[in-house]
């Protein structure tokens, strides 16, 4: 089963960038057998995490079409004329070791998320998970905690901006710890 945010009606075609582990598993179950698999809709949560409530009526979707893609970012060299569609000239970029202080802030991050989530849902902010593991490798993990995070999309931009996990978990910290202030505020009433 995948639950979703959205609904997948019967004959519609759903492209789907599957990248938590857990979907990752379930891709390759279905790939292995027949390619089914059902979509619901989370009634309250998020797709990222799991935790969420579902509907109990959805769609059976089928893989009809998969690749493997690699993780990772890419930089921008030259844009190219937008005829027939955007296009540009890039270059992937690769990830950079973690440095050593980093597993400690992947445990913070993961910490501070939860609270963050936990916060958000009591003040009636789109409840999300709070049910979030993060990956033990630090880079991942800091993606993942990316994606998870009630952050804007100039702060999302900032994170995939940086070349160093340890960095780029000690910005999403400063963020989430900022986030968790407001929300203690909100919480507060002041």
């Excluded at 390759?28 to 109990?56: P, Y």
């Excluded at 049910?131 to 490798?137: E, K, R, T, Y």
Aim: proline fraction near 7%; glycine fraction near 10%; aromatic fraction near 4%.
């Amino acid at each position: 089963m995948f639950p979703l945010g959205n609904v997948l009606f019967p004959h519609a075609q759903l492209p789907l960038h599957v990248f938590e582990p857990r979907y990752r598993a379930l891709a390759e179950t279905c790939l292995a057998g027949d390619g089914e698999f059902g979509v619901v809709l989370i009634e309250r949560g998020s797709e990222v995490g799991g935790g969420d409530t579902r509907f109990s009526i959805g769609t059976v979707a089928r893989i009809v079409a998969a690749g493997r893609l690699p993780d990772g970012r890419l930089r921008v060299r030259e844009w190219l004329p937008d005829d027939p569609f955007p296009r540009a000239e890039v270059e992937l970029l690769g990830e950079p070791g973690s440095s050593g202080d980093a597993g400690a802030a992947r445990a913070d991050v993961e910490r501070l998320l939860k609270r963050v989530l936990a916060m958000s849902a009591e003040v009636g902010d789109a409840p999300t998970s709070i049910d979030v593991v993060l990956d033990s490798d630090p880079a991942q993990a800091a993606f993942e905690a990316a994606a998870a995070a009630p952050i804007g999309p100039l702060d999302a931009q900032r994170l995939l901006e940086l070349d160093d996990p340890g960095e780029r978990l000690a910005l999403l910290r400063a963020l989430l710890a900022d986030q968790a202030e407001l929300l203690e505020l909100r919480l507060s009433g002041t």
